[in-house]
């Protein structure tokens, strides 16, 4: 029921952790989780909010780090881990290289 990488808060295991984080030029982040899944989180929605108008800066925006499991950037913002899981799409990947049958 759960391996060694799981996190367990009491007894329920938290969602996929955040390992990696791409920010991109169109406000969006990929991210790859600790399960291997890799999604796009869209962080336009956010940009006039509070705390996150300051992401509206592209270099600044493009200062987001993994931190403790989730994407934090250098003035503390951050968001919860379980909302960029779920609210995230997956990545379609493509291979470059034709099947051979």
Known sequence: MSSDDDIVYGKYPLGPRVTAVVPNDDYTLTLTFSNGEVKCYDMKPLLDKGVFRELQN????????????????????????????????????????????
Do not use: H, K
């Open 58 to 101: 592209i270099g600044y925006f493009r200062c987001a780090r993994v931190a403790l499991g989730t994407v934090e950037w250098p003035n503390e913002q951050d968001i919860c881990p379980d909302t960029l899981y779920l609210y995230s799409v997956p990545v379609e990947t493509t291979n470059p290289l034709p099947m051979i049958e």
